[in-house]
T-cell receptor, first 113, second 110 residues
Framework: DAGVTQSPTHLIKTRGQQVTLRCSPI?????VSWYQQVLGQGPQFIFQ???????GRGNFPDRFSARQFPNYSSELNVNALLLGDSALYLC????????????FGPGTRLLVL | RKEVEQDPGPFNVPEGATVAFNCTYS??????FFWYRQDCRKEPKLLMS???SGNEDGRFTAQLNRASQYISLLIRDSKLSDSATYLC???????????FGGGTRVLVKP
């Protein structure tokens, strides 16, 4: 079975622009979470979605938003990009929401110039 | 204080040696604990879950000490391929939010 997939793999944007990142979970998984990993640090939780509803939000500004579609895929949107948004954005999927192992996709590497 | 803290290392380990390192967490209500491995510029991959009774997977042994709020990972007979960053991960009681430590870098050398 295919693992978690993410697109694009790399992206270069300039300050002030908007970006949309995409994630497809493992088949059968209904929960998708998004994480931001800045170089040299561990991933930081941004959002969790389950059955198309937001189930958790990390300490990120309102410029960050996400949604989940009926097929359980998800998009992460970031508006008004700042240099500090440069990071690896990771998507993780799990079957349910609580206490279960999450499996990560390869990530989207975003560079903001 | 960070929610999950790790010694960033690097731990320089001779091939074949044993290395162990800990991670501390601040939320006593944390429910699930994991070790993930992350290679350079790759995504984190689950190494093992950590159970209260401790668990072993081949050369890897994980321990959980709830009283002192730390988990540990021990790697025996280190291989060159064990070189990676090891991320301590805690699942908070509410929802499925994973909280990561900053990672411990391990370098296994011939």
């Amino acid at each position: 079975d295919a693992g978690v997939t993410q697109s694009p793999t790399h992206l270069i944007k300039t300050r002030g622009q908007q970006v949309t990142l995409r994630c497809s979970p493992i088949s059968g998984h209904k929960s998708v979470s998004w994480y931001q990993q800045v170089l040299g640090q561990g991933p930081q939780f941004i959002f969790q979605y389950y059955e198309k509803e937001e189930r958790g939000r990390g300490n990120f500004p309102d410029r960050f938003s996400a949604r989940q579609f009926p097929n359980y895929s998800s998009e992460l949107n970031v508006n008004a990009l700042l240099l500090g948004d440069s990071a690896l954005y990771l998507c993780a999927s799990s079957f349910i929401t609580k206490g279960e192992t999450q499996y990560f996709g390869p990530g989207t590497r975003l560079l903001v110039l | 204080r960070k929610e999950v803290e790790q010694d960033p290392g690097p731990f320089n380990v001779p091939e074949g040696a044993t290395v162990a390192f800990n991670c501390t967490y601040s939320n006593s209500a944390s429910q699930s604990f994991f070790w993930y491995r992350q290679d350079c510029r790759k995504e984190p991959k689950l190494l093992m879950s950590v159970y209260s009774s401790g668990n072993e997977d081949g050369r890897f042994t994980a321990q959980l000490n709830r009283a002192s709020q730390y988990i540990s990972l021990l790697i025996r007979d280190s291989k060159l391929s064990d070189s990676a960053t090891y991320l301590c991960v805690v699942n908070q009681a509410a929802g499925n939010k994973l909280t990561f430590g900053g990672g411990t870098r391990v370098l296994v050398k011939p």
